[in-house]
């Protein structure tokens, strides 16, 4: 029954993974011969030769043996197979260097212990006033660039990534005569400059869902029904891309392949409206879709800015959108017209510990074309695409911008809501402060992994193009009333019980001034105490005073430190609080580092109240999971033996009961 709850709940919201992704030997042991489509990587020495006999342009290609560790023969067999499935369409995805195709679980093994990297194709499932005056698209519309245009995104492309566009509402081109049947002629389109339908894979990318067309009417809307609804870039073109069928349902693979086209026709950000929470059901954790993030990378190393809507799993920490694993994409939450935190908006950090989201935007009753006619809709599903069309205009007033420059302009000039940096980033987006800004670093993001004890430093470069000196300053009080600096081990802002000893005595920076006109060099040095609780913290670097917020975490590994017998062990607590709701009550996450290969792994996680559910995983450093054999009570235990070197992560879920918790966790090192 909580599986239903979850499922339900999250579906009227946004977009969530339907399907586990990760290595396929834990994938499909009831059904190991029912086709489903995966996604297989291939080594990029390698890619040319194996697309080469799965689009059959030779069976005889010198070399093909060097393709994986098998026989030539076995090796074209195996790859030449996959054309003879019924119903099997290749999709071949460049920009990861893999492709996509049905097969069944054993297959999809067979390949995977021959080297290749195999990934289950995971299906998405869509979620379900007057804004652009609360994030100052208005008052950017009235300013010019160096041309003399007004900024309204002219000259500047958004793909929508979703379940297509409907390109026949008025205010969205009106192009009711560019699509006969499938063919679709977009030159004929004053809105639509691309589309395609990787659903069925025709070039009519007509949205029958209406989640799209409400996405590309916040994006871009042009008002052309005169009594309609204007965007915040109305001047923008659009790409529309249809990646999800009728159902909601969309691959990753077609995402993919979306992104790979939008790379093609030169787009200027790409909007990603579709997530996953980490937890999903009971007992199953889904990994970090790498082939996803590999996709977004591609495109941000192109000079595509990618925004990605943050998730509705809120309000519990680290029930951020799965893909902010990777640092590439701006993730963008949801406020309210009073710009307070939209209740459902997903709270970070990402699960490698840096901050998330980004940014955040209007995503409450937000009124949009669906269908042509008009709708309100709720979500960061609605909030991602006021950021992409704030990255249209910045484009349009500044062309000579990089993708990191104008993320930072909007980070910098954010309306700062005082709220935790895992939950506003720098906070919401005004477009036409970011038009003005004058503050450049040469990084976008600080992270520390720091054990307890020990010190690290990172150097932070500064430029200041305005015409007054930059008092920096970090904001780390004693009074956590505004929660500036906070543990991210409570949830609670109420009671705040764990014990914190990062302060401002930790944190240190070389030098708290920068001139105007001038670029300098500051050191950020943090040091910790031996007795610091390990988690992950975070906080704010004001560039400017208390203005232009760049978020900062500091991740303090579980590492055990005394040795006893060839025994290492530690003991800390946690506090959690689940809010009543399933499935997204606090993420915890623990890393810690094993030295020595052959290492035997003990983690016991205990609470007091046997009536509620708090899960226990591991992950191993090549990026699988494990669970606790009792999900359902205290205490859980996990035993890992033989255990290889490297980094492993202790990942703690309060999945049911509702109020907080103190939850006590061991871990214990044998070598």
């Known amino acids: 029954m909580k599986k239903q709850i979850l499922f339900f709940g999250i579906f009227a919201l946004f977009f969530v993974f339907a399907v586990q992704a990760a290595n396929v030997q834990s994938q499909d042991i009831n ?80 390949l995977r212990q021959q080297g290749y990297k195999v990934y289950l194709d995971r299906v998405f499932h869509i979620l379900l006033q007057n804004s652009t005056i609360q994030v100052g698209a208005n008052d950017a519309w009235l300013m010019m660039n160096t041309s ?16 297509g566009v409907d390109y026949t509402h008025p205010d969205l081109g009106n192009c009711t005569t560019s699509c006969n049947n499938n063919d679709c002629n977009w030159s004929t389109c004053s809105k639509v400059d691309d589309g395609y339908n990787f659903v069925d894979n025709n070039n009519n990318s007509m949205d029958d869902n209406g989640h799209g067309t409400h996405c590309a009417g916040i994006a871009a809307a042009d008002n052309g029904s005169g009594n309609g609804v204007k965007g915040v870039a109305p001047n923008a073109k659009l790409l529309a891309y249809k990646v999800c069928n009728k159902e909601g349902e969309c691959q990753t693979s077609n995402i993919i392949l ?36 590999e996709a977004i990378k591609n495109a941000t190393n192109k000079g595509i800015l990618v925004v990605v809507a943050a998730g509705n799993g809120g309000p519990g920490i680290g029930s951020i959108n799965i893909i902010s694993a990777g640092e590439d994409a701006i993730f963008v939450g949801a406020v309210n017209k009073l710009d307070n935190l939209a209740s459902f908006t997903s709270i970070g950090p990402g699960i490698t510990g840096i901050n998330k989201p980004d940014l955040l935007a209007p995503g409450v009753n937000i009124n949009s074309t669906c269908n042509k006619s008009y ?52 906070g919401r987006i005004n477009i036409s402060a970011a038009i003005n800004n004058t503050i ?21 470069t500064i430029t200041n193009n305005g015409s007054e000196q930059l008092n920096l300053s970090i904001f780390t009080s004693d009074d956590f009333s505004i929660l500036r600096v906070d543990c991210l081990n409570v949830s609670d802002e109420s009671n705040m019980s764990c014990n914190i000893n990062i302060n401002s005595s930790s944190i240190n920076l070389s030098n708290n001034t920068i001139s105007t006109k001038s670029s300098q ?59 009543s709701v399933y499935g997204t009550g606090d993420i915890l996450h623990y890393p810690f580092f094993v030295e020595k290969n052959e290492t035997n792994i003990t983690i016991i996680t205990s609470w007091i109240n046997s009536s509620k559910d708090i899960d ?21 235990t996990i035993n890992i033996t033989n255990a290889a070197a490297g980094w492993y992560d202790i990942v703690i879920n309060y999945w049911n009961g509702s109020g907080s918790e103190n939850i006590n966790t061991s871990l214990s090192l044998i070598n």
């Open 521 to 579: 060099t500051i050191n950020i040095s943090v040091s910790l105490p031996e007795n610091t609780t390990p988690g992950t913290y975070s906080g704010v670097l004001y560039l400017n005073t208390t203005s232009a917020v760049l978020p900062f975490t500091i991740t303090v590994p579980a590492q055990p430190k005394v040795c006893i017998n060839g025994v290492k062990n530690i003991s800390f607590d946690s506090y959690v609080d689940n809010d």
């Open 375 to 426: 709708t309100s809709m709720s979500g960061t599903s609605m909030a991602t695409p006021h950021v992409a069309g704030a990255v249209a205009i910045l484009k349009q007033a500044h062309p000579e911008w990089n993708i990191n420059q104008i993320k930072q302009a909007l980070m910098f000039t954010a309306k700062d809501l005082e709220k935790r940096p895992i939950a506003q980033g720098s």
């Open 258 to 293: 979306a992104i790979q086209r939008a790379i093609k026709y030169n787009a200027t950000v790409i909007s990603i409206s579709l997530g996953s929470n980490e937890i999903q059901a009971k007992g199953t954790i889904v990994n970090p879709d790498e082939t996803l993030q």
């Open 440 to 460: 450049w670093t040469d990084k976008t993001y600080l992270h520390f992994t720091v054990l307890a004890g020990e010190t690290k430093q990172t150097n932070l």
């Open 616 to 636: 226990l995983y591991l992950k191993f450093p090549n990026g699988s999971y494990t669970n606790s054999t009792n999900l359902n009570t205290t205490p859980e």
């Open 148 to 163: 003399g245009s007004n900024l309204t995104g002219n000259g500047s492309k958004i793909a929508i990534i979703d379940t």
């Open 31 to 110: 059904s190991a011969d029912e086709l489903k489509s995966y996604i297989v990587v291939v080594e990029t020495k390698n890619y040319t030769k194996v697309m080469s006999v799965l689009n059959n342009e030779t069976q005889n290609n010198v070399g093909i043996q060097q393709i994986s560790s098998i026989s030539q023969p076995k090796a074209i067999s195996m790859l030449s197979d996959l054309k003879k499935k019924p119903n099997q369409q290749i999709k071949q995805l460049d920009i990861i260097h893999g492709f996509a195709a049905k097969m069944s679980a054993r297959k999809a093994e067979d």
